[in-house]
Structure formats: structure tokens, C-alpha cells
């Protein structure tokens, strides 16, 4: 099974006490995923963040309806988490969260580490460009949620 790794960072100019309770929310996480995907969390809410915790999900992928399910194996707040696909489209789904502070901000880094049914030649095809487009869209909308404080936009 040959897996691929995504990487991803975007800083945020707001305090890593800030930034990471948001992400630890679970809620938000339909805040943050394109609509086209019609992402929706179907596990009750609120939904106590832990090591064990299990989040259930509906959405659909290029118009086919895909229910998923990720396991917290690690939580270590304010500085990281992983989520690991349980059931769900991937072979293999390793999300690991990580919140640095850094120049008066939080560095926020994802890794995604996954493997698809198709291997590479599907991966290519249409899951690596599908994967960054989610990433790209979740970037604009964190940047949109936290903007520069009115002291940094001044400089």
C-alpha cells in the first residue's frame, strides 16, 4: 500500500489559547471544509475531545454520498492532536495537527499522511488535487476567521 503525505502551514496572527480550542471544537470543522462537499458531523455534539473519541461524518465526494469516521490517538493540548480515518474513503488517513507559537502568532502545521484504493495512478488523478483544494479553501476561511489584530494591520 503506497501512501502519500500532504503537508500544510499557515501562521495566524492570534495566540496559540485562541487558535487551538477552535480546532478542538469539532463543530467547526464544517466551518472549515468547501461546501461543495456537503460535510456535515452526524456524532452528537459536543463531542469531549480525548484520546479514544470518535467523530462520525456524512459528505459527498465528486457527488457520491461518503460516510467517514476519525479516531483521536493523540491530544495534547494547546500544541497537537491526530485524527486516524476508522471508516472511510481512504485505505489509510493520518492527520496529525500540530500549533506552534511563533512571532507573536500560531504557526498551525498539518500532515496528512494517506493512501487511497488506485494507489498512485488515482492519487494523481483526482485525490492529491482534491486534498489541496480542501486545504487551500481551509486556509482562506482560518485567515478570514482570524485576522491581523488592528495593531499588526497598522504596521
Known amino acids: ?13 492570534c495566540a496559540r489559547e ?5 480546532f478542538a471544537d469539532a463543530r467547526n470543522l464544517e466551518k472549515i471544509t468547501p461546501p461543495w ?12 475531545m480525548r484520546v479514544g473519541a470518535r467523530i462520525d ?4 465526494i ?3 454520498p461518503v460516510r ?9 493540548p494547546p500544541f497537537a492532536f491526530v485524527d486516524e480515518q476508522r ?17 507573536g502568532g500560531t504557526l498551525c502545521r498539518d500532515k496528512v499522511v494517506y493512501s487511497v484504493p488506485g494507489g498512485e495512478f488515482i492519487n494523481w488523478l483526482v485525490v492529491q488535487r482534491d486534498v489541496q483544494t480542501i486545504f487551500t479553501y481551509r486556509r482562506t476561511v482560518l485567515s ?3 485576522p491581523p489584530r488592528e495593531k499588526d494591520a497598522a504596521r
Open 37 to 48: 462537499l456537503r460535510f456535515r458531523i452526524i456524532t452528537p455534539t459536543p463531542i469531549p
Open 62 to 64: 465528486h457527488g457520491f
Open 68 to 76: 467517514w469516521q476519525t479516531e483521536i490517538t493523540r491530544w495534547d
Open 1 to 13: 500500500m503506497a501512501s502519500h503525505t500532504f503537508e500544510s502551514e499557515l501562521w495566524l496572527p
Open 18 to 22: 485562541l487558535v487551538y480550542p477552535f
Open 57 to 60: 461524518y456524512r459528505l459527498r
Open 144 to 146: 478570514q476567521l482570524f
Open 87 to 103: 471508516r472511510g474513503p481512504y485505505r489509510q488517513w493520518i492527520h496529525t495537527h500540530t500549533f506552534e507559537e511563533k512571532d
